[in-house]
């Protein structure tokens, strides 16, 4: 046992005195490498707070202008996605600030106001060219971005497409509310397809999972109607 511990205290120093020797002989080199990470560092930071904070600030004000015209009492889609001289519409924003969060959500918005007005291979488009945010209020946007292009490949016919859809938008937001929906249209969109009984499967699923939500009521109904 002694001689285990020699052995192993002997290996242990030997591998320290590698190490003491490496860093003697490469400690310039080392030094050069931490200064790098450093200034690196301070790039980045400026980077941050000279060109993404205000590119940001200008993106956030200018979908503002759109969303005021998009959340109207009448409101005109078309305007809220080209705007006009008094202000942005969302492809503005797209197009100068897209790869800031405000043009990211420009795009989800894009993609509602053509499908409001009929385009529907537009509306696909600008609605797969949104990506995931994270936090609560964006879990909400992540699974009515996807609920829409569920819709959207419903109105292409496909209806495969717009299951699995409806799924990625019920584990977007699992909740009493919005989930029990994307099930009962995942499950209308079986039953589109002559799939029974995965169509009575998912209609279980809010009986069984949100039995107190609006949508119980209508897949008691429907389960019924498959049964």
Known sequence: MA???????EALSTAMNK????FEKNGKLMSYIFLGLLILAALIFGYRTLIVQPRAEKAAEMIAQA???FEAENPDYELALNGDANGAGFLDVIDQYGSTPSGNLAKHYAGICYLKSGDVEQAALYLAKFSPVKGLPGALINAQNYGL???VAVEQGNYAAAVKFYEKAVKAADNNMTAPLYLRKAGL???????????AALFQRILDNYPSSM???EAEKLLGSIN
Do not use: M
């Not at 190490?19 to 490496?22: A, G, L, N, Q």
């Not at 969109?189 to 169509?199: H, I, L, P, Y």
């Open 3 to 9: 001689k285990e511990q020699v052995a192993g205290q």
């Open 67 to 69: 969303q005021t015209r």
């Open 189 to 199: 969109a079986e039953k589109a397809q002559g799939n029974n009984e995965r169509a």
């Open 19 to 22: 190490t003491e020797f490496f």
């Open 215 to 217: 949508e119980a009521r």
């Open 149 to 151: 292009q569920g819709d």
